[in-house]
């Protein structure tokens, strides 16, 4: 048997990219009569029905798996935004960092079109998210700024790519796989062979070698309803250090004395984060009510 991973998956059909070449295959009767089912980013194995067709035969184990969107072994989401053009929306860009943050993922948030912006917004952005651990990257796809590092953090994960339209991702793409502008993002190119299928669908990008980053239309659209307000404070990290420290076990951090989060709003946690805090604690109430 060989072995491959799924690139993409639609309409029943499976396509593995091996060693030389893109698989065409359908998925072994087996897996409709259990539970698993194959999903994109898999590791599987196949046997070949044709010249360029096969069979799925074994689904490898797993580093993780999102259901929505569905993805396995995805590892980190990079999350695409620019500060103008269009005007950076922070709510957005909050929920799904919570989001990732919730599905355990690492987070890259790559603020695009830098080209537009200058240092003192930089800056600002950086205040927002300071002690939070996340990777902040400047991209301009004009100036080819902040792409190498863009590749490096990519190197030996399967990425997802999260973001709102217009900011530049689809450019974004292009330049970090080499494929030309006449390719549309969320189609395969050429030697993937997308043939006949059209319907819109999760799709792995190679970046290089053991480096995919994964185009997942509705990411952005993370339900806050699957959470529940006790949790929420373990998805900012940088609450972590804090927390302990305050004076009642237990501390919503909102209407408590002797908070320690509330007394470092501004200087170890940003005022932008802090609200985003209370709002989503008040949004989270109001949908369990």
């Known amino acids: 048997m060989i072995k491959g991973r799924i690139i993409k998956g639609i ?27 194959p999903y994109v980013g898999d590791l599987v194995r196949i046997s070949m029905t044709g010249e360029m067709t096969g069979i799925i035969e074994e689904i490898l184990d797993r580093v993780s ?55 003192e917004t930089e800056e600002k952005i950086r205040s927002i998210f300071k002690n939070t651990g996340y990777k902040l990257i400047f991209s301009s796809v004009e100036e080819a700024k902040g792409i190498d590092e863009i590749k490096s953090i990519l190197q030996d994960n399967i990425t997802i790519l999260s973001g709102p339209s217009g900011v530049g991702k689809s450019s974004l793409i292009r330049k970090l796989t080499g494929l030309s502008n006449s390719v549309e993002v969320g189609e395969l190119s050429e030697k993937i062979k997308r043939g006949k299928h059209t319907t819109r669908h999760v799709e792995l990008f190679k970046i290089q070698e053991n480096s995919y980053l994964a185009d997942t239309p509705g990411f952005a659209n993370f339900e806050v309803d699957q959470m529940d307000e006790s ?12 927390r302990e420290q305050c004076r009642f076990k237990g501390c919503l951090h909102i209407n408590e004395p002797d908070c320690m ?23 989270l109430i109001q949908n369990r009510r």
């Open 65 to 119: 798996l999102i259901k929505r969107p569905p993805v396995s072994n995805a590892t980190q989401v990079l999350v695409v935004f620019s500060w103008i053009e269009p005007k950076l929306n922070l709510q957005l860009l909050n929920k799904i960092i919570l989001g990732a943050e919730k599905l355990m993922l690492d987070i890259v948030i790559c603020f695009n079109k830098s080209d537009l912006t200058d240092l």
């Open 261 to 283: 989060i509330k007394k470092n709003i501004g200087k170890e946690v940003s005022e932008e984060r802090y609200e985003f805090y209370k709002q989503m604690h008040m949004e």
């Open 11 to 37: 309409g029943g059909f499976y396509y593995v990219e091996t060693k030389d070449e893109i698989i065409e295959c359908k998925a072994r009767g087996i897996f409709r009569n259990s539970s698993e089912k």
């Open 231 to 242: 949790e929420l404070e373990m998805l900012f990290p940088e609450f972590e250090p804090l």
